[in-house]
């Protein structure tokens, strides 16, 4: 069979050399990597896996049988999480049990079901139809906790505490008061004087506040909810680094 290039995957990326016109068509494909690069370095995900399978049916690439097993597997998981996200789009409501002091309404419980299916949502309904709701019923998934609420300023931080404390009572919550660490949940002197308590379920704090927690909060958190999401526009900002911490 006739190849028109080589591809390789290296440290979570694929590295693609070809073709004059081939390397033309998978920069079309992919407008986000370099079009100065003799080498198309383009990282690894489920999806590209699933975009170079189309493209290498047409135009085969030369791949080890490493690579190419790699490719296969993540262009089947794709295709199943798209099938996914369809079935739960299709019904229209969920079955799951939440364990919620009020019910989600069935639009909510897709949209908990959709960022639970796809480990990242943007949920953008019209103001006032519960998207807390929704970010609440997902906190009461499995292994969605301990999760992360970041807000504008002002009220809004203990609004949050509000809404979890009528829908799920159960969760343990703090507000940041302040934008330096100090020790979180109800923490009291134990016997020999040791700090004892039980941590948060969840954890709310304003945007800017965060950006002194960065350290102190980063890698602690299985789900993180964004409210007024566009806060975060600029990628390099002190407050977008800080919430991707």
Same mark, same amino acid.
């Given at each position: 069979?006739?190849?028109?290039?080589?591809?390789?995957?290296?440290?979570?990326?694929?590295?693609?050399?070809?073709?004059?016109?081939?390397?033309?068509?998978?920069?079309?494909?992919?407008?986000?990597?370099?079009?100065?690069?003799?080498?198309?370095?383009?990282?690894?995900?489920?999806e590209?896996?699933?975009?170079?399978?189309?493209?290498?049916?047409?135009f085969?690439l030369?791949a080890?049988?490493?690579?190419?097993?790699? &490719? +296969?597997?993540?262009? *089947?998981?794709? =295709?199943?999480?798209?099938?996914?996200?369809?079935?739960? !789009? $299709? #019904?229209?409501?969920?079955?799951?049990?939440?364990?919620?002091?009020l019910? &989600? +309404?069935?639009?909510? *419980?897709?949209? =908990?079901e959709?960022?639970?299916?796809?480990?990242?949502? !943007? $949920? #953008?309904?019209?103001?006032?139809?519960g998207?807390?709701?929704?970010?609440?019923?997902?906190?009461?998934?499995?292994?969605?906790?301990?999760?992360?609420v970041?807000?504008p300023?002002?009220?809004?931080?203990?609004?949050?505490?509000?809404?979890i404390?009528?829908?799920?009572?159960?969760?343990r919550?703090?507000v940041?008061?302040?934008?330096?660490?100090?020790?979180?949940?109800a923490?009291?002197?134990?016997?020999?004087?040791?700090?004892?308590?039980?941590?948060?379920?969840?954890?709310?704090?304003?945007?800017?506040?965060?950006?002194?927690w960065?350290?102190?909060?980063?890698?602690?958190?299985?789900t993180?909810?964004?409210?007024?999401?566009?806060?975060?526009?600029?990628?390099?900002?002190?407050?977008?680094?800080?919430?991707?911490h």
């Open positions: 069979m006739k190849t028109f290039g080589s591809i390789q995957h290296k440290k979570g990326a694929w590295h693609i050399v070809a073709e004059p016109h081939v390397m033309v068509r998978l920069k079309r494909v992919f407008p986000r990597v370099s079009q100065r690069l003799a080498t198309l370095i383009i990282t690894d995900t489920d590209v896996c699933r975009d170079l399978v189309w493209v290498m049916d047409r085969p030369s080890s049988r490493r690579t190419r097993e790699r &490719l +296969r597997m993540g262009a *089947k998981e794709h =295709a199943a999480h798209g099938e996914r996200i369809h079935q739960i !789009l $299709l #019904a229209g409501t969920s079955d799951r049990q939440l364990g919620l002091a019910p &989600l +309404r069935d639009y909510q *419980k897709v949209g =908990a959709l960022a639970y299916a796809t480990k990242g949502l !943007l $949920l #953008a309904d019209d103001m006032g139809v998207k807390s709701a929704t970010a609440i019923g997902l906190m009461t998934m499995p292994g969605a906790l301990p999760a992360l970041a807000t300023a002002g009220i809004i931080p203990w609004q949050w505490q509000k809404e404390n009528r829908f799920a009572p159960a969760l919550t703090h940041i008061k302040k934008g330096t660490p100090y020790e979180l949940g923490v009291k002197r134990g016997p020999g004087g040791t700090l004892v308590g039980e941590q948060p379920d969840v954890v709310i704090s304003t945007y800017y506040r965060l950006r002194g960065r350290d102190h909060l980063a890698g602690k958190f299985r993180a909810i964004g409210d007024e999401i566009q806060k975060l526009i600029n990628p390099k900002s002190e407050i977008s680094r800080a919430f991707d």
